[in-house]
């Protein structure tokens, strides 16, 4: 094994061990932390206004982003079924795109009606996508195998944070997951790309994830902003569901036109335990 190989499997296996601490630590977080109150009046949105017969109308239809992209996602992934071999960036795509389908099926639901019940859904809902976008990003800087256990971790312990908040109304490991996952995709985006890693525009997403957070804050305050035309909760969605353009604009197919032959060099490369893993990325 040549020594830049050597030295790119130690960076590789040092990143993976990393990404386990910080796993570790917001678990611990999420055990030991305070307890954290949902506020009171949190069912009740500034925009209430029906249409039709649709009540929270904006809120319920400010979800149709996220189907959109995730059915335009799918719609992609499918059309390139012969320039994109089934990578696990591949296979994270897919679970992040299907995420944004079942975002916008369990917040137009909670929305249509909002209680703790509808949260829940909501946020199961939001973890399969965030799954799916922290376990792209973990293939792209990590591993494979890093990837998958990353995914895995979230579709366990999103769910089981969701249902602890539903029966304890602390949302503490609600939030771990949350922004503990935002903390953990922030330094997934700060390593180097491993080779064949997508050209995914990494900081528009997490910029767009950061604005909905904002708006989501101010939704009253934005609601009286603009005149009662629009609210901050609507807007989030709107901006969250934007998350997902620069994964969808990486899968463009003038933006991979060598992802065929990238795809088998690389492969071996992608496992922490495979020789010739490359140095540095593209
Ligand atoms: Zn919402």
Request: with cysteine; net charge positive.
């Amino acid at each position: 094994m040549s020594a830049p190989a050597i030295h790119s499997m130690r960076s590789t296996r040092s990143r993976e061990v990393v990404l386990l601490a910080l796993c570790a630590g917001l678990f611990v977080l999420a055990l030991l932390g305070p307890r954290v109150e949902l506020p009171a009046h949190y069912h009740a949105f500034a925009d209430a206004r029906a249409w039709q017969f649709l009540p929270n109308a904006m809120d319920v239809l400010s979800n149709l982003g996220f189907a959109l992209f995730g059915v335009l996602g799918l719609l992609r992934l499918r059309l390139l079924d012969h320039a994109i071999a089934w990578t696990v960036n591949r296979q994270m795509a897919a679970l992040f795109f299907l995420g944004l389908v079942l975002t916008a099926l369990c917040s137009g639901y909670y929305h249509w009606q909002p209680d703790g019940a509808g949260l829940w859904l909501d946020r199961l809902g939001m973890v399969v996508a965030f799954a799916g976008l922290l376990g792209l990003a973990a293939a792209d800087r990590v591993s494979d195998r890093a990837a998958h256990a990353l995914a895995l971790l979230l579709l366990v312990a999103g769910p089981a944070a969701a249902t602890t908040a539903m029966h304890s109304l602390d949302q503490l490991a609600w939030v771990v997951v949350q922004f503990g996952g935002l903390a953990i995709l922030v330094w997934l985006v700060l390593n180097k790309p491993l080779p064949g890693a997508w050209s995914v525009r990494w900081w528009v997403v997490i910029g767009a994830y950061a604005l909905a957070k904002l708006f989501e804050l101010g939704d009253a305050a934005v609601f009286e902003w603009t005149g009662h035309w629009v609210s901050g909760h609507s807007l989030k969605h709107l901006v969250a569901s934007c998350a997902a353009w620069p994964v969808l604009a990486a899968l463009r197919p003038s933006h991979r036109p060598n992802v065929q032959a990238e795809v088998g060099e690389v492969a071996a490369a992608r496992t922490p335990s495979g020789d010739g893993v490359p140095a540095g990325g593209r």
